[in-house]
């Protein structure tokens, strides 16, 4: 079984730029969370995306934009990048969004973006 | 809005002791889950251990207990027998359900746990 995995593991940008970041969900996994974890601090969450749909999204500006592919992998998109985006970028995987009380996230290991 | 309190930036345990580290929480949903990941160096977030809020006995995973206490709404992990692999980040999170299904998680400030031998 394969995990969560993430693309790029390292991304260096200048302020005002865009950039995407990529995530393949665990085998068998529909449903994609990103969450943005800034240095000394617990991660925050972006938004969700339930078959290809956005299913829940966080306190961040509509600069900060995702898809979800048929095979449930997922984009993170950011526009006008800002020096405060500089952070871990984590994806998370897990099975279906719908009616599911108890549905384990399981995490890749991150794409850390610096912007200078 | 669910919100989740680690007080302890830091903790330092001798091999082989067991170390507790602290997390409560405040929500006004009835039903909730409580998690704990741990986050080595590299970054990325490894499930330890999960309590749902009806859950009628405190949850044990291998090593790892939770010591949950609804009424004061703490949710505090009991690592015993530390071993330096333990050294990491931990952090405490709390399961929010969206109306149409779904749900985020909200995280706690962690705790950095360093073993010493």
């Known amino acids: 079984e394969t995990g969560v995995t993430q693309s790029p593991t390292h991304l260096i940008k200048t302020r005002g730029q865009q950039v995407t970041l990529r995530c393949s969900s665990q085998s068998g996994h529909n449903t994609v969370s990103w969450y943005q974890q800034a240095l000394g601090q617990g991660p925050q969450f972006i938004f969700q995306?339930?078959?290809?749909?956005?299913?829940g999204r966080g306190n961040f500006p509509p600069r900060f934009s995702g898809l979800q592919f048929p095979n449930y992998s997922s984009e993170l998109n950011v526009n006008a990048l800002e020096l405060d985006d500089s952070a871990l970028y984590l994806c998370?995987?897990?099975?279906?969004?719908?009616?599911?009380?108890?549905?384990?996230?399981?995490f890749g290991p991150g794409t850390r973006l610096t912007v200078l | 809005a669910q919100k989740i309190t680690q007080t302890q930036p830091g903790m330092f345990v001798q091999e082989k002791e067991a170390v507790t580290l602290d997390c409560t929480y405040d929500t006004s949903d009835p039903s909730y889950g409580l998690f704990w990941y741990k986050q080595p160096s590299s970054g990325e977030m490894i499930f330890l251990i999960y309590?749902?809020?009806?859950?009628?006995q405190n949850a044990t995973e291998g090593r790892y207990s939770l010591n949950f206490q609804k009424a004061r709404k703490s949710a505090n992990l009991v690592i015993s027998a530390s071993q330096l692999g333990d050294s990491a980040m931990y952090f405490c999170a709390m399961r929010e359900d969206f109306t149409g299904g779904g749900n985020k998680l909200t995280f706690g400030t962690g705790t950095q746990l360093k073993v010493e031998l």
């Open positions: 998370a995987s897990s099975l279906d969004a719908a009616g599911g009380t108890y549905n384990e996230q399981f």
């Open positions: 309590q749902g809020s009806y859950d009628q």
């Open positions: 995306y339930y078959r290809e749909e956005e299913n």
